[in-house]
């Protein structure tokens, strides 16, 4: 099942509905769902080149010599998730969204 607010509403549409929604799409408009892929897929990108990465630690010996590296990062330009929903007035919205869990430091 998925939610989705807007608002104070909210509609809730079960995987087979959406199933059914996709479906009912690919009828009456057939060209729309790759050209939704295909303009996701060009963002997704384009937000994947621009995504600040943390560099990782790297712990050196006094000769120089690396002696350890520590991952900073949680590689969440790689956590997209597509989808699409019906917006007000009967707007198709096609989003993308990262869900990488937010990582807060002290």
Not at 73 to 102: H, Q
Request: glycine content about 8%.
């Amino acid at each position: 099942m998925k939610n989705f607010k807007s608002g104070k509403a909210t509609v809730t549409i079960q995987e087979d509905m959406q199933d059914m929604f996709m479906g009912f799409l690919k009828t009456v408009a057939p060209g729309a769902e790759a050209i939704m892929d295909a303009e996701l897929k060009r963002i997704e990108k384009e937000a994947r080149l621009n995504w600040p990465k943390r560099k990782p630690i790297i712990r050196r010996d006094r000769d120089g010599t690396i002696v350890k590296t520590e991952k900073t990062t949680l590689e969440s330009y790689k956590k997209f998730k597509r989808g699409i929903k019906i917006g007000a007035g009967g707007k198709l919205i096609v989003f993308l969204k990262n869900t990488c869990p937010i990582q807060l430091h002290d």
